[in-house]
């Protein structure tokens, strides 16, 4: 099930790009674009599959010279996923790799200007059933509107976007999504919001040229998650400065957090650890989440500093593991089904999360190992014993303060 937070999902037209709807109350996608030379077909599908095993929906290839389109005709048969065809500046590109059998292009509006040239593409895109997606990028708007606008600012453009839509209407043509994208997070999100006043047609959401992680990440995620949680944004893409299956892994990752997307992969979560802590949190959880990288697991594992909280605060979590004293206390859904030795934490977790999901909660919890609770429950009170239990009187306190409010 999908638990969204999100405001209702913007209503738009809906587009295909190969078998992938975007809009239209559609799954958000998710999108990355190769890094290979696209006439290297070998390199570029090794990519695309990786790409695809990572979270990505649609993949972009640039098609830059000849060779690209030629490279683009080996490479589509043979792509697990549909593939987008990036354009600039030569229109006669796009006709290529139309040619070729594409299954959606990106015009930049700033790249390719004269209309009877982007005219002839959609006229030719509209005659083979192939969406295009209308990329206007804030570094290479339109030198007229940069200067009619005094730079690219959100109404420039959108501008450039309405001015690309005006020619293709011309020629009857609507299977088309858009982006405006920018570097500054707070100028696209503007200009989304503009955009998505005057068109109903499916937007594709970028912080372009976000940089390397962690700050590409951080920007893209600001920009991106922000629209989405406003019901803004049909197809995603992260622009990182980094292997671009990082791209598809952080675009999945947040449309799975904001319940936008069907969980696939583990959701580790993992207390801050604290002074109570019995094992160094911070390795344990990299180890775990190295451990359960790439692991078709959708369930919510917990990694937990101490047992005197960790089960408690983690029972919302399918699984977890909670050290204290030399031991891993494991436990599903709050309640400690094994104690292992701490060498064998994340072996151990690793472990039930594949048998949770195969035998189901009922089967795991049944055979939860006997002695195990009380072991943890001992442990738990050895160590309040030892550290005290101020963290766990608050229900008193409270208690306390009510009385003294209703006196
Ligand atoms: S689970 Fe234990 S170690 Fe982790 S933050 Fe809570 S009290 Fe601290």
């Known amino acids: 099930m999908i638990v969204g937070v999100a405001a209702p999902r913007r209503a738009t037209r809906q587009i295909r790009v190969g078998t992938v709807p975007v809009g239209g109350g559609a799954p958000v996608s998710v999108q990355s674009m190769t890094t290979t030379k696209t006439a290297d077909v070998d390199g570029t599908l090794a990519q695309i599959f990786a790409l695809a095993g990572a979270g990505a929906d649609i993949v ?34 796009a006709l290529a790799a139309l040619e070729a059998g594409v299954q959606c292009l990106r015009l930049n509006p700033g790249n390719i200007r004269k209309a009877d040239q982007v005219k002839l593409v959609a006229e030719e895109a509209k005659a083979r059933g192939v969406p295009i997606r209308i990329g206007v990028n804030a570094g290479s708007l339109d030198p007229d509107l940069y200067d009619k606008y005094g730079g690219p600012t959100a109404e420039a453009l959108v501008a450039s976007a309405q001015r690309e839509l005006g020619y293709f209407a011309e020629v009857g043509f609507e299977d088309v999504k858009i982006s405006v994208k920018a570097s500054s997070v707070p100028l696209m999100i503007e200009a989304y919001r503009r955009l998505a006043e005057v068109t109903d047609h499916p937007l594709h959401l970028g912080v372009t040229e976000a940089g390397p992680p962690p700050a590409g990440l951080i920007k893209s995620t600001a920009g991106i998650a922000t ?8 197809t995603i893409r992260y622009s990182l400065t980094a292997d671009p299956v990082e791209e598809a892994k952080a675009g999945r990752q947040l449309l799975e957090a904001m319940g936008l997307r069907e969980r696939k992969t583990v959701d580790l979560i993992a207390c801050p650890s604290c002074g109570r802590a019995e094992v160094d ?7 775990a989440q190295a451990a359960l990288a790439g692991r078709q697991l959708p ?12 089960p408690g605060e983690a029972r919302g979590a399918d699984l977890g593991i909670a050290a204290g004293r030399g031991k891993g206390h494991l436990f599903v859904r709050g309640q400690v089904v094994r104690v292992v030795p701490e060498a064998r934490m994340v072996e151990a977790l690793v472990e039930e999360a594949e048998r949770l999901v195969a035998e189901g909660f009922e089967a795991r919890l049944a055979a939860a190992e006997a002695g195990a609770a009380e072991e943890a429950e001992a442990t738990r009170q ?6 005290g239990d101020d963290a766990n009187d608050v229900g ?9 409010f209703s006196a």
């Not at 098609?63 to 030569?90: F, K, M, T, W």
């Not at 369930?299 to 960790?310: D, K, P, R, S, T």
Request: charged share 25%; proline share 5%.
């Open 60 to 93: 972009r290839v640039t098609c830059n010279e000849p060779e690209a389109a030629i490279g683009l005709a080996e490479i589509l048969p043979r792509s697990p996923v549909p593939i987008v065809a990036d354009i600039h500046y030569q229109y006669r590109l």
């Open 227 to 234: 629209l989405l949680a406003e019901g803004i944004g049909d």
């Open 382 to 387: 050895a160590l309040m014993a030892d550290q």
């Open 396 to 404: 008193e306190r409270i208690e306390l303060i009510r009385k003294k």
């Open 299 to 310: 369930i919510q594992i917990a990694v937990m500093g101490c047992v005197v909280n960790g």
């Open 281 to 287: 949190v911070i390795r344990v959880a990299e180890e």
